[in-house]
């Protein structure tokens, strides 16, 4: 059975690794199937690329986009699409320009909380000036001491209600599902079970995706506990999503779930590669 890993980030967002290293742990770890899922971006997919094929991994073209829904953030992975389609592109630069001004108004929240010069602190880690993010500023609130882990760094700052909260406008699901399938992709809600909707709300989600044609929901992947994988995999079944897998792999020693190491998707569900040609 092939390894197939559809979720992970490189430096070009918030991953540590540069692509063709993300590509190399993937290949030593066992993956036969990748796709590079940075956030709101695809300037990394011709390193991944090449880096792939000189590997002999297959690769698959992803992205993993910012949307807001219902007043939450919400993230809607990108597979198999051309990477060079201009609506996408621009629709991806749009959704990423506000991120500086953000950034500039979580370090002056983090200022207040006694954390000193966290804009300066976080670029230290960013790879891409374009897409500085709330990881960014966790590692150099790590290096400051303050906690010693990113989960720990996300259950104190960042997040609603602690400081370094911003809050902001992302993409709308409509958007993101049209620029992905625009370009000849398939659309897929990422890990389900990290967002906070009661049982109307993710009806509401799920019902709305798929009249946008959203085709598939993350099953197995790194952000949901194994009552999870069985739980999606049932609401995969009710709305006639396909079913996708991935690590969410973001770098060595960050990361609970390494590139390629997760259970195989449950025989219930219908993969979401079962018509690619690989
Ligand atoms: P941003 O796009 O700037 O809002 O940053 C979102 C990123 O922060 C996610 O893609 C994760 O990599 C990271 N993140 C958010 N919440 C957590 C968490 N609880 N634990 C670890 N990483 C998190
Ligand atoms: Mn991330
Ligand atoms: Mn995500
Ligand atoms: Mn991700």
Known sequence: ML????????????????????????????????????HDEVSGIPEARKAAAELGLTYVPGVEIS???????????????????QDLIQGLARTRSGREQRAREIAAQLALAGVPDAYEGALKYVGNPDLISRTHFARYIIELGIYHDVSAVFRNYLVEGKPGYVPHRWASLQQAV???RGAGGVAVIAHPGRYRFDAIAFDALFEEFKNLGGAAIEVITGSHTVDQYAEY????????????????????????????????????VTPVWHDWKM
């Open 3 to 38: 390894n197939i890993d559809l979720h992970c980030h490189s430096n070009i967002s918030d991953g540590l690794l540069r692509p063709a290293l993300v590509a190399a742990r993937a290949k030593a770890r066992g993956v036969d199937v990748w796709a590079l899922t940075d």
């Open 67 to 85: 949307i807001s829904w219902a007043g939450e953030t919400v993230h809607i992975v990108g597979l198999n699409f051309d990477e060079t389609n």
């Open 178 to 180: 049209s620029w992905i």
């Open 233 to 268: 995999a049932k609401v995969a079944k009710r709305y006639g999503f396909l079913a996708s897998r991935g690590s969410d792999f973001h770098g060595p020693g960050e990361s609970r779930v390494d590139l390629g190491e997760l259970p195989p998707l449950p025989d219930s």
